[in-house]
T-cell receptor, first 111, second 115 residues
Framework: LAKTTQPISMDSYEGQEVNITCSHNNIATNDYITWYQQFPSQGPRFIIQGYKTKVTNEVASLFIPADRKSSTLSLPRVSLSDTAVYYCLVAPYTGGFKTIFGAGTRLFVKA | EPEVTQTPSHQVTQMGQEVILRCVPI?????FYWYRQILGQKVEFLVSFYNNEISEKSEIFDDQFSVERPDGSNFTLKIRSTKLEDSAMYFCASSEPGQVTYEQYFGPGTRLTVT
């Protein structure tokens, strides 16, 4: 499984756009990139998944460059409630789904 | 919106005792998972389960642990002889097969405290 590297923590202010970048230099051809969000004392929640280029949903955008060695989760206009830990996962789509979470990025949104 | 449920929300047990953590996955999901999270640490994969058998397991999931789908709705994690270091939040998750997605739906967790 590809190793991922994310910043340990980030601070932002309400209303700002936040970009969290994840490095995955040894990503394999059949690997997908998935981001999860976790609030304290809750289970992780799926945010977005992509393979290449750009993916957007109602919550976030995911930018993946052509070499796929990194990815950037973009959260538009964050609010205090976006304060959470954000995890980048890289894994192949195969039966079994051995999902490995890294340390994540702790985002703190200030008023 | 359908959700994964877990019971109990908090379980306190003495070292050496057996515990069973229960989960009800989303009804049309076919892949099931258990994770644990020790306080202040990352989420750790324990096991995935499909078609009534274990698909993958981590090195944490040793002989002390077992999983079962005793009926059409429940998915359980049994810890045979609990140790102090088993104290953690245990999350159950489920996902649909047949899609290219890692969208797993997590339950609210069971906080296990071993004394």
């Amino acid at each position: 499984l590809a190793k991922t590297t994310q910043p340990i923590s980030m601070d932002s202010y309400e209303g700002q756009e936040v970009n969290i970048t994840c490095s995955h230099n040894n990503i394999a051809t059949n690997d997908y990139i998935t981001w999860y969000q976790q609030f304290p004392s809750q289970g992780p929640r799926f945010i977005i998944q992509g393979y290449k280029t750009k993916v957007t949903n109602e919550v976030a955008s995911l930018f993946i460059p052509a070499d796929r060695k990194s990815s950037t989760l973009s959260l538009p206009r964050v609010s205090l409630s976006d304060t959470a830990v954000y995890y980048c996962l890289v894994a192949p789509y195969t039966g079994g789904f051995k999902t490995i979470f890294g340390a994540g990025t702790r985002l703190f949104v200030k008023a | 919106e359908p959700e994964v449920t877990q019971t109990p929300s908090h379980q306190v047990t003495q070292m050496g005792q057996e515990v069973i953590l229960r989960c009800v996955p989303i009804s049309n999901h076919l892949y099931f998972y258990w994770y644990r999270q020790i306080l202040g640490q990352k989420v750790e994969f324990l096991v995935s389960f499909y078609n009534n058998e274990i698909s993958e397991k981590s090195e944490i999931f040793d002989d002390q642990f077992s999983v079962e789908r005793p009926d059409g709705s429940n998915f359980t994690l049994k810890i045979r002889s609990t140790k102090l270091e088993d104290s953690a939040m245990y999350f159950c998750a489920s996902s649909e097969p047949g899609q290219v997605t890692y969208e797993q739906y997590f339950g609210p967790g069971t906080r296990l405290t071993v004394t």
